[in-house]
Structure formats: C-alpha cells, structure tokens
C-alpha cells in the first residue's frame, strides 16, 4: 500500500526472503552458464551473478567465484556517477579497471530494478570473456605496461536503452573483438541472466510489498553484521604479518614481487583490519591489481577462516577494514598502468598471505598456502580450424581459455585440501573443463591429464595434489599463451606442514624432445608438437608424522602419493597386497619408524 512503512521483519520471513534472494541469483547464474557461447564461461563457469541494492550494497551471491563478486560494489557506484538520468530498461557494461571492474576481460552487465517507479537494486552478471581485442589472442597480458595494450575498455557504457541494445556499442565491440559471434552470444546471455534477475525481483516486491521488502534489506544487513561481530569477539586479540612471494616475471618484475600484509583482530571493537599497503609501487605490465581485486582478495583471505555460514552481505563486510596504498601493485593502480592480470597470479598471493596470517594465531587457525595457478593447463588457446567454417578463407578461427587442470587448495585443522579447487581467487566455484568437449570444440587432443603425484604439501592435512597434462592441436598451428606463478616459489606449508611441488610447463618438440617453458610466455604448435604442465600443489598443515596412518594409506591407494613419500614424509610404511588400492598397511613397521620421531626432527 502506498505510504505504507514496515519497521520490523520476523525471523521466519528474514529466512524465506534471504532463501528466495539466493534463488534469484542461482536461477540468474543458470541462465547465464545455459545460454552461453563460449567454453570458458559454458564448460568452466568462470562467471558470477549477484544482486546489490541500489545503493551499492551487495546483497546476495550464490555459487559464485570469489574474486568476482567480493568487491562487487564498486562496480555499480560509477554508473550513478556518470549518469543522472538512469531509467528502467538501462543496462550498463563495465570492464574497465579504474572503474570499479575486476579486469577487462571479465565484462560486467549491470541493470537497474524499478520496483513501482522506484528504484530498489542491480542485478549483475559478470563473465570472462575469450577475447576482448587485446593486440594478440590472449586476455592475460604481463607484459602490457599500460591500459592501451589491453583491448577495448567499456568504462560504465549504456549498452541498452529501452530494453534494447544500443547499435553503436554493439557493432564497435563487434569491431574490435575476436570470434565477435562468440562475444555477442556470451553478452547476450549476461542480459538474458540480468533480466530474470529483474523480473524476479519484480516480482517480489509485487508479493510481499516494497516497505516490507526493504525493511527486510536492512535487517538482513544488519543480521549480517550481528553475525560477523560475534564471530571477530570469538577471536583471540593481536598482530600477525606474513609474507610471500610471486615468481620474476621476465621484463616485467625480474626479481619477483613480494607480497606482504598485515592482520589485526580487535574483539572489543569487533573488526579486523588488513594491512597492505607494505608493498611495492606498480610494475611496468599486466599483473598489477586493480581496487577491486585488491579490495576483494584481502576480504576473501578473511572469510576463508570464518563461518562458512556467514551471510555474505555488505553487514558481514563491513566489519572488516582494508586498508590499501595508492599507486601500489597490491593497491589502487595509476592510471593507465596495465592490470590484465588482476584476477590471477597477485590476487591468489595477497588471498593466501592473507589467510595463512590466521596460522600464526595457533590451531585450529589458518590454512596453509593456496596452489598457485596459470600454468599451461589454464593457457589461452587460439589458432584456425581448416576443417570448420568458411574453408574458402583458411577455415574457422578459435579463441579461448581452457582449464583442464589446475592446483588444489591447502590442508586446513581437520581437513585436507580440496582437489581443483583451482588458486585462492576461484575458491572451487569453476568447473574443470571436459576433455570430451573441449576436443569437440577445438582442433585439439588431449593425450594425457592426471593428478600429479606427490605435488600437494604434505602436513597432518594434506594440501591437494595439483594436475599433470598433455594436450597438441589435430590440425593446424596453435598458439598457446600463458603466465604461471608457482615455478620457483610454490605454496607454503604452515604450522610444520611440507611446502607443495612446484608448477611446470614443458614443450615436446617434433623429435620428441622435452623442454622446459619460462613462467611466462607463448609458444606455437603443430600437430606434430605437444605441450605439458604439471599444476602447483596446496601447502601442508601440521607435522605430516601426525597424520593418520589409514589416511596415508587412501592417499597412496588413490595414486596422490608415493610409497616413498609415505614412508620419508609421513613415516608411513605400506606393502604391496592384492586388496582395493593395491596397497595395505604394515602397522609394526609404521610404528616402529614413527616412534623415534618429534616434530623437530
């Protein structure tokens, strides 16, 4: 009813309405995965989806990566800069980094709801695309020193108007980007995910009313909040530091970046404040964070040492304080340095210094270190099918990014590390893509992909192991382009746990010669040529002689391990039998070697 105000929300209906806002976005996140073109949002899911409410406060995400959507409000606040005049019907594209985007790959919808005339939230989808007109076919660019040698930037740009495209926009990305069929078709299903979204959110409001629709905005804010103080007062007071360290990157950082925070718990007043600004000035190329990235990769690092529980709401976040230092690698960019990177390499480093600061805190704090990722099973590929298309032109040009393996997450109290989960920055929430498919989409062939043995941390809990591949193209040449971080300085183990294998990509040449690829670099193949990787692994926690004997055993069973290591690392010892597995455990021998052992030894 018009004038009508609601002060107060029962609990029972804060439940059903918080229920059905994460059913929005699940719905707008099917949408977006079903009716896209292109692999790398399809088959691995590298897209999020989330409402905010007008106002810029996040308001609900579900299944969503975490280094997309945990700074999503910065996304929103320059649009209601820019324009004075946004109307229902708009939609407004972002992917620019000095503009509250991730980095310019990862392009951004955003669209207004108008609930009666009035209006009440954005819904967003935001998705990484196969290109986006970079001057070669990658969207990873270290060595891109500045923001012009990245691609087309759409800076809060009114892509709709009226509910339909705007022609101009459309037919200039058209223009300049790659495969610009495959754009469009992934565009489109952002719009078609933001629309459900709307009308879902619409339809809301028509049920329950805008009064009471808002009143339950602000308690589930402030339930949020509620939340997250009781969980900081559950914390012991104090000051951790930790530092780690990204890979030298060739012309761009040749020494390696470091990457240093600091982490401050205050029960009394219930915050916790993330101190990065110890860290060094932009580099000259891609793997500079953006704000959003920065900001987002120092909340994620929190959250992964709380509650999984916890309402993640602009409540929740706002009881954490990040502080960020201007023109920094780890910070807020300077204009137009280049930040291709931004979602990658330096974010899952500032996650996982961030997250293991919580291991210095005692058990059952903390985690160990991340995987780190980008190696040759996350590469870009591109090249030209001559069996597809107009074969009249040379065939049917490609461009995508593919994942047919990455690392796994770290060893935490209780638990071991989760296999392809991927880096700190995706959190498990993408899919490792189907050799089946990708084979079906490209002119490629996988030869091999396999857990590598030995690769994950070892640790009372184990960090995961990563993924060993091989894959060549079928036909044609292939251009693979990549920037791995992991090769010299891997994940950490903590609290006594064993660090992780390092990453490593090779090239198998005609002769079937094996060589060892930089860190980061591109390279093309032929048919007769192949490329490997071998994905870092997640670092230990604990002493790995604390670990339980039959866990051993299943790790050794399953192929994760070797007996070798089970027996040095672990101080486990198996012997061949014909049960499941292949493996059994000799338990006088395992006790006899664990009895002269202490953690210090």
């Not at 992909?449 to 030995?454: F, G, L, S, T």
Request: hydrophobic share 35%; aromatic share 8%; glycine share 10%.
């Amino acid at each position: 009813m018009a004038g009508e105000t609601v002060t107060t929300i029962e609990p029972f209906l804060l439940s059903v309405l918080s229920s059905r806002l994460s059913a929005i976005v699940r719905e707008m996140n099917a949408t977006l995965m079903k009716s896209s073109r292109s692999a790398v949002i399809k088959n691995a899911r590298d897209f999020s989806c989330g409402l905010l409410t007008y106002d810029h406060r996040l308001l609900s995400v579900e299944d969503c990566i975490p280094i997309h959507i945990t700074a999503l409000d910065l996304t929103t606040k320059p649009i209601t800069e820019f324009f004075d005049d946004i109307r229902e019907g708009d939609a407004f594209i972002n992917n620019c980094p000095y503009t509250g985007n991730t980095h310019h790959a990862d392009m951004t919808l955003c669209v207004p709801v108008f609930c009666d005339g009035e209006p009440l939230f954005w819904t967003l989808a935001r998705a990484h695309h196969a290109d986006i007109g970079a001057p070669i076919p990658t969207t990873y660019l270290p060595e891109a020193r500045t923001i012009y040698e990245e691609g087309i930037h759409l800076p809060c740009v009114r892509i709709q108007e009226g509910f339909k495209d705007k022609a101009d926009i459309i037919r200039m990305c058209r223009m300049k980007i790659r495969v610009s069929d495959l754009w469009y078709g992934d565009y489109q299903a952002q719009v078609g995910a933001c629309r459900v979204g709307e009308r879902r959110l619409k339809e809301l409001c028509d049920r329950y009313g805008r009064a009471t629709v808002k009143a339950f905005i602000e308690e589930w804010m402030a339930y949020g909040e509620r939340r997250m103080i009781a969980e900081v007062r559950s914390l012991p007071k104090g000051t951790w530091r930790f530092e780690t360290r990204h890979d030298p990157v060739p012309n761009v950082a040749e020494d390696g970046i470091p990457v240093r925070v600091t982490l401050s718990i205050d029960p009394d007043e219930a915050m916790i404040t993330v101190d990065a600004t110890d860290n060094v000035d932009c580099v000259p190329g891609g793997l500079n964070l953006t704000e959003a990235t920065a900001l987002a990769a120092c909340r994620i690092g929190v959250f992964y040492n709380l509650d999984p529980d916890l309402p993640h709401n602009e409540g929740s976040a706002s009881r954490i304080r990040i502080l960020l230092k201007d023109g920094s690698a780890l910070g807020r960019p300077a204009y137009p340095v280049g930040t291709s990177v931004a979602t990658t390499n330096l974010t899952s480093r500032l996650i996982t210094a961030v997250a293991s600061c919580f291991s210095q805190i005692g058990e059952p704090h903390g985690m160990g270190e991340f995987a780190y990722s980008q190696a040759l099973g996350e590469a870009v590929i591109s090249g030209t099918d001559p069996t597809q298309g107009d074969l009249s032109k040379g065939g049917q040009p490609y461009v995508n990014q593919i994942f047919l393996g990455y690392g796994g997450s770290a060893g935490l109290s209780g638990y071991d590390g989760w296999l392809l989960s991927g880096a700190g920055c995706d959190g498990g929430q993408m899919s490792v893509d189907s050799v089946e498919i990708n084979e079906a989409m490209y002119p490629m062939l996988v030869e091999e992909r396999r857990v590598a043995v030995d690769s994950g941390g070892p640790g009372e809990f184990d960090g995961a192991p990563g993924i060993a591949g091989t894959y060549r193209p079928l036909v044609g040449a292939m251009t693979v382009y990549w920037g791995s971080d992991g090769d010299i300085t891997p994940a950490r183990g903590v609290r006594g746990g064993g660090d992780a294998a390092t990453s490593g990509n090779w090239h198998r040449n005609r002769d079937g010669a094996v060589t060892q690829l930089v860190t980061f670099g591109d390279v093309t193949i032929g048919p007769d040529e192949a490329v490997l990787f071998r994905a870092c692994g997640g670092g230990g926690y604990g002493d790995p002689y604390a670990r339980a004997p039959e866990r051993v055993l299943r790790s050794v069973r399953r192929g994760w391990i070797s007996p070798e290591r089970a027996r040095e690392v672990h101080g486990v010892v198996v012997r061949p039998s014909p049960a499941i597995g292949g493996w059994d455990l000799d338990e006088a021998a395992t006790a006899e070697r664990r009895a002269n052992h202490s953690p210090s030894s």
